[in-house]
């Protein structure tokens, strides 16, 4: 009997939690489609946490990569924009692999900028306050009419937003980074 109850209360959570989401969804759905706005997304599943001793910018498999759900997860984000038609202004990328692959497979074309890259190791930290200012300064002066997408990384997205988010999360702010809403589980 336990165990039946404790099946009934998953199952409806479950149902909540979709309806929850869907409404969520369709709401940042349409602020999308109206454009203007600047969008964060994490990097998608790349397994362990900061880089290793070895790191090189310029040499993938020194860094800690995307595996196959990451590259998945990367798709799913890329057919999320493209199935519900929201216009894209622009598609800027961390310099790191994981970030320019979530990039690559969302969204195919892209383009680098310094300012996304990842402080979280503390050989990276004294480049923080600069990325951030040069970051402010990029999205002060950007005036697109459709959607800017920044894929980054966890510590970027927390410094500008103070915002915790999950690999592959889509964090959606205006123009003067208030938040809209964020999706999960692209």
Not at 8 to 26: E, G, N, Q
Not at 73 to 94: T, V
Not at 121 to 134: G, H, L, T, V, W
Request: hydrophobic content about 40%.
């Amino acid at each position: 009997m336990f165990k039946n109850l404790i099946k009934a209360f998953i199952f409806f959570l479950l149902i909540i939690s979709s309806f929850s989401k869907v409404y969520c969804d369709d709401k940042i759905i349409n602020e999308l489609k109206k454009g203007e706005k600047i969008i964060f997304i994490r990097h998608a599943i790349a397994p362990g946490s900061g880089d290793p001793k070895n790191f090189n910018l310029k040499n993938c498999d020194t860094q800690r990569n995307l595996n196959n759900k990451g590259i998945e997860q990367s798709k799913k984000i890329g057919l999320f924009f493209s199935k519900n038609n929201i216009p894209i202004d622009k598609i800027l990328s961390s310099e790191w692999c994981r970030c320019k692959d979530t990039a690559k497979f969302a969204f195919k074309n892209f383009k680098t900028f310094d300012a996304l890259n990842s402080f979280f190791s503390p050989r990276f930290q004294k480049n923080r306050e600069k990325q951030m200012i040069a970051l402010s300064k990029y999205l002060n002066n950007w005036n697109g009419k459709k959607n800017l997408i920044l894929v980054t990384h966890y510590v970027v997205i927390l410094e500008k937003l103070n915002k915790a988010v999950s690999s592959g999360e889509i964090v959606v702010t205006d123009k003067n980074l208030n938040l809209i809403g964020s999706i999960l589980n692209y």
